[in-house]
Nanobody
Framework: QVQLVESGGGLVQAGDSLRLSCVSS????????MGWFRQDLGKEREFVAAISRSGRSTSYLDSVKGRFTISRDNAKNTVYLQMNSLKPEDTAVYYC?????????????????WGQGTQVTVSS
């Protein structure tokens, strides 16, 4: 069983930065592809970013490329999402998720474990 706990959300102004963290309680963190998803009120959950087990490969939603960076520290069982140049449309609850498969997936159905989410609100 893997438990994921996100932190780092908050209320910021457009153009500001935030760094989200997600800590895993499992002892096999390095065996999971890790992803970040987000969901705003009335909208479907959408893929934001994912990182391979080694950290060497990443994938991003087009609208966050160049602004967001996903990284991981397997020694700390933690995955990060650095968010720069935030926009009001980035407002959502952000969830981290763990995928036991071997390759990066952008569809949420491939992810086995989910955190409770952390709210990010960007004011204009």
């Amino acid at each position: 069983q893997v438990q994921l706990v996100e932190s780092g959300g908050g209320l910021v102004q457009a153009g500001d930065s935030l760094r989200l963290s997600c800590v895993s309680s499992g002892r096999t963190f390095s065996s999971y592809v890790m992803g970040w998803f987000r969901q705003d009120l009335g909208k479907e959950r959408e893929f934001v970013a994912a990182i391979s087990r080694s950290g060497r490969s990443t994938s991003y939603l087009d609208s966050v490329k160049g602004r967001f960076t996903i990284s991981r520290d397997n020694a700390k069982n933690t995955v990060y999402l650095q968010m720069n140049s935030l926009k009001p449309e980035d407002t959502a609850v952000y969830y981290c998720a763990a995928d036991g498969g071997g390759t990066i997936a952008t569809a949420d159905r491939f992810y086995d474990y989910w955190g409770q989410g952390t709210q990010v609100t960007v004011s204009s």
